[in-house]
């Protein structure tokens, strides 16, 4: 049986191997591996083995996806050994077949938070594959959270309660702040044309709306709405037929993150920024 070799930031690596599949990861206490962290879903992932004793990972989250060897995946995909696993943002699971190779990356793997420069996605990356692409953009434009080019130091003296906070935490607020201030929804069927979006007050799209409306004769409900958090934008859906798909998945309510596309019917949307 494999191994599963679990790193997070600041944290000792910890071996986990487990006889019997499927092998649960999640924040729940009940799981497998369990991930306490509040970026990863109570049940997040699932090692299996299939009839033709092939192993592969799925993401059961239906708000958070995993990356797999730099890779975004959202429903399932085959894992060899020494696969990576990221879930969450700072946890990596590396997936080992061979006892020797657990041993040698028990001793040598070494990891870092990185950060997107386009779409403001953060993750774990190792030093094997520091050169990979944004997986959820595709951008050549990762890099070291720890060395942020465009925070200004002065913010690293900000509190946050009685601590300082860390050059990682000035990163994450201030991509917290860009999503929010330069959030834009642009349409990307034949229509063309953009909707800035205001963190203060919801938008909704609907049949109805003034800008980007959604067209066409068969569609039922009211459309649906994005609105700001204070941390992530949130799309709740009011369509009865045909529904409103994030990226190939039909859903009520979830998360968005930037480049997320936005389906009803022929209608095409994406999330982005300025």
């Known amino acids: 049986m494999p191994?599963?070799?679990?790193?997070?930031?600041?944290?000792?690596?910890?071996r986990v191997s487990i006889d019997t599949p499927p092998i649960r990861v999640g924040r729940d206490p009940e799981n497998d591996i369990v991930v306490a962290n509040d970026t990863v879903s109570r049940e997040h992932a699932a090692f299996m083995q299939d009839e033709r004793r092939q192993w592969h990972v799925s993401c059961v989250s239906?708000?958070?996806?995993?990356?797999?060897?730099g890779i975004l995946v959202s429903t399932s995909t085959?894992?060899?050994?020494?696969?990576?696993?990221?879930?969450g943002n700072d946890c990596m699971i590396v997936f080992v077949l061979n006892p020797a190779n657990a041993s040698h990356l028990m001793e040598h793997r070494q990891l870092q938070q990185v950060v997107c420069q386009r779409c403001w996605w953060t993750g774990m990356a190792s030093a094997f594959r520091q050169d990979s692409p944004c997986p959820r953009c595709g951008a050549a434009t990762v890099e070291p959270a720890e060395s942020p080019a465009d925070v200004d130091p002065s913010m690293l003296n900000e509190?946050?309660?009685?601590?300082?906070m860390t050059e990682v935490?000035?990163?994450s607020s201030a991509r917290v702040l860009r999503d929010a201030k330069r959030a834009v929804l642009v349409c990307t069927d034949d229509r063309g044309g953009r909707r800035v979006l205001s963190e203060n007050e919801p938008t909704r799209v609907s049949?109805?709306?003034?800008?980007?409306p959604l067209r066409g004769f068969l569609l039922l409900g009211d459309g649906f709405t994005l609105s700001w958090d204070g941390h992530t934008w949130n799309l709740q859906s009011d369509m009865l037929w045909p529904g409103v798909r994030v990226n190939g998945n039909k859903v009520k309510a979830t998360r968005l993150h930037v480049g997320d596309a936005?389906?009803?019917?022929?209608?095409?949307?994406?999330?982005t920024t300025e």
């Open 169 to 171: 935490e000035v990163r």
């Open 78 to 87: 085959p894992v060899s050994d020494m696969a990576e696993i990221v879930v």
């Open 262 to 271: 936005i389906e009803v019917g022929s209608n095409r949307y994406e999330l």
């Open 3 to 14: 191994a599963f070799l679990v790193y997070r930031l600041g944290m000792p690596m910890r």
């Open 159 to 164: 509190t946050a309660g009685t601590r300082v």
């Open 62 to 69: 239906g708000s958070n996806p995993i990356v797999v060897d």
């Open 207 to 212: 049949k109805n709306s003034a800008e980007l």
